[in-house]
Each structure stands twice: as C-alpha cells, then as structure tokens.
C-alpha cells in the first residue's frame, strides 16, 4: 500500500469538505510535501517541483501549502518578518523545536515530559487536541558566536 494514500484522502476529504478545487497541481504538491523529510520553505518547495520537471506556479504552491496547513497535514513555523518554513506532519514521529531567529536553523528534539504536560493540560481542560508542537525561539550556539 502507497504510505501516501492516508494523506491524499484526508487532503481530499478536507478539499471536499471545504468545497475547494480538487487539483491534480494540488496533489503533485501534496505528494512531494509528504516525500519529504525535515524542513522546507515554499520557495524551496517550488524550486524542487521544478527541478522534477513539476508544472506547478509558484502561487499554487503558496496556496496549497495555506490548504494543507489548514487541513492538519503540515505544520508552519514563522520567524522573521516574512519567513516560514514548513515540515509535513503525517507519519512523522512527535517531536518539539528549538528555531534560531538569526540563522533559522531548527533543531528538532524529543521529550517526553512535555509530551505528558500537554497530555495533562488537555485532560484538565476538557480539551481534544489533533497535534501538539513546542517551539523555543532564540539564538543556536553558532549565531551566538558572531
């Protein structure tokens, strides 16, 4: 069985759902996101389509990331004024983020402390959650060296 069919349905259920245009631009995006491993931004992601002889826009990109993000299979970090970067959430094992606002290196750690608080404050609040991410943004040991 394809690993990606899981998320090609929920993409398509969520499109339908949203009454949105199911695309075949759509799902070449859907499909690379979910090929890839680790971190990325939309440019890059568009750069690689391209590279793959993909005939994607560059606006498509951008819009069908804001989709999947939308539809829970891709998690979006921002740091900066305009920068983001992206990393697929299906099939990915939990893990939390350390970001650096100089470089925007992220380095991605696990813990199971705070996987358990969470756990915890979602229980005392009566609250479902879908996925839980903890970010810590500051300076990684090479930046503070400049």
């Known amino acids: 069985?394809?690993?990606?069919?899981?998320?090609?349905?929920?993409?398509?259920?969520?499109?339908?759902?949203e009454n949105c245009r199911?695309?075949?631009?759509r799902f070449i995006i859907l499909d690379e996101v979910m090929e890839s491993e680790g971190h990325f931004d939309a440019d890059e992601l568009y750069i690689l389509l391209k590279q793959g002889g993909k005939k994607v826009s560059r606006a498509?990109?951008?819009?069908?990331?804001?989709?999947l993000l939308d539809s829970g299979l891709v998690l979006k970090f921002r740091y900066g004024?305009?920068?983001?970067?992206?990393?697929?959430?299906?099939?990915?094992?939990?893990?939390?983020?350390?970001?650096?606002?100089?470089?925007g290196e992220i380095i991605e750690?696990?813990?199971e402390k705070f996987n358990k608080l969470a756990t915890e404050i979602c229980e005392k609040n009566?609250?479902?959650p879908n996925t839980t991410s903890f970010q810590v943004y500051g300076t990684c040991e090479p930046c503070q060296q400049l």
Do not use: D, W
């Not at 004024?81 to 470089?103: F, M, P, V």
């Open 1 to 17: 069985m394809n690993t990606q069919t899981p998320a090609r349905e929920a993409f398509e259920k969520y499109l339908r759902r």
């Open 22 to 25: 199911i695309t075949p631009e």
């Open 60 to 67: 498509t990109v951008y819009n069908t990331l804001e989709l």
């Open 81 to 103: 004024e305009n920068q983001s970067r992206y990393e697929k959430l299906h099939g990915r094992a939990h893990h939390h983020h350390l970001i650096c606002l100089s470089c």
């Open 109 to 111: 750690f696990t813990n």
């Open 126 to 128: 009566k609250f479902k």
